[in-house]
């Protein structure tokens, strides 16, 4: 944990020399204007807040070399402000992989979703306690988007209960952003995130641990030969409810893609379709849109 929190801390030193690297930049092409958009603005104790961010620059951000920059890193470039009733509770750079994909050919406007949850450095989740919370992003301290203000209710103790399940923040970005770099926690995570599934019954943890466990699950078996019909029956199950969550979760885009190819495989061709059909309507610039559009393609070919 000690050593985690050190890696945290060199890259936070390495964000700010990164920020201001960018804010000369950004100084020269013209300083964007920002939006923020929630479409849920009161959520429960525990959950994440979810919404669309939109940069629009004044000057073309193309790089010397001619080549468009295609995705703003909120690791990089964005900064989190999170205040509760008028006192700060989190100023910082926003500490998760959230990009901003280029919108148009002129390298002008980018939007994308965020999503808060979970702070790292002080190891919790942001919407811990009921109340009004404010929250604005941007590319510094100075700036920073219009304030939106977010009301947090209390819900049942199921949900949190359930969270008590992680050993540690490992565990938490499983959950927010599967996690590539720990192989050997792997599978002790996906234990205790199945247990978070089983305890959080009915509410909003339970279709978000769903989704996550679905999409790695899968992502664990799918380039086997030979696959364990009773496995691919729990991943369909667990894809089966994570789609239930709301369309901003980023994480469901990929539960409706892999949702598609189990039910093709099942034989089940109309409905794989029909969830394809609905990944490209309400997701149209994600990768995975891009993917099924290329085997439609490959399909008609032949």
Request: aromatic share 12%.
């Amino acid at each position: 944990m000690f050593m985690y929190i050190q890696k945290i801390t060199f890259r936070l030193i390495l964000f700010v020399c990164i920020l201001s690297f960018h804010t000369v930049g950004y100084a020269n092409n013209g300083i964007p204007t920002f939006n923020i958009s929630v479409p849920r603005t009161t959520i429960n104790v525990g959950e994440p807040l979810v919404g669309q961010l939109e940069f629009h620059f004044k000057e073309p951000q193309l790089s010397n070399k001619n080549e468009i920059v295609k995705q703003i890193n909120a690791e990089h470039d964005l900064y989190l402000s999170i205040e509760k009733e008028e006192a700060a509770i989190y100023q910082n750079r926003f500490a998760y992989q959230t990009k901003l994909n280029l919108q148009d050919e002129a390298g002008l406007d980018y939007k994308g979703t965020f999503i808060i949850w979970y702070d790292p450095f002080g190891n919790k989740v942001f919407f811990d306690k009921p109340g009004e919370y404010v929250v604005r992003i941007g590319l510094a301290k100075e700036l920073l988007s219009k304030p939106v203000k977010i009301t947090v209710k209390s819900e049942n103790k199921k949900a949190m209960k359930a969270l008590s399940v992680f050993k540690d923040l490992n565990d938490y970005l499983f959950l927010f952003v599967g996690v590539d770099a720990y192989p050997e926690k792997r599978a002790g995570m996906l234990e205790r995130l199945k247990q978070v599934n089983k305890l959080s019954e009915g509410t909003m943890l339970e279709k978000w641990s769903a989704a996550r466990l679905g999409v790695e699950c899968y992502n664990d078996i799918k380039y086997e030969k030979e696959k364990d019909e009773s496995e691919i029956d729990e991943i369909h199950e667990y894809l089966k409810k994570g789609i239930e969550l709301p369309d901003d979760f980023p994480v469901r885009e990929e539960a409706l893609y892999d949702l598609g190819i189990i039910e093709a495989k099942k034989g089940n061709k109309k409905r794989a379709e029909s969830l394809w059909d609905e990944l490209l309507k309400k997701y149209p610039k994600g990768k995975f849109a891009k993917t099924v559009i290329e085997i439609r393609k490959q399909r008609e070919a032949k």
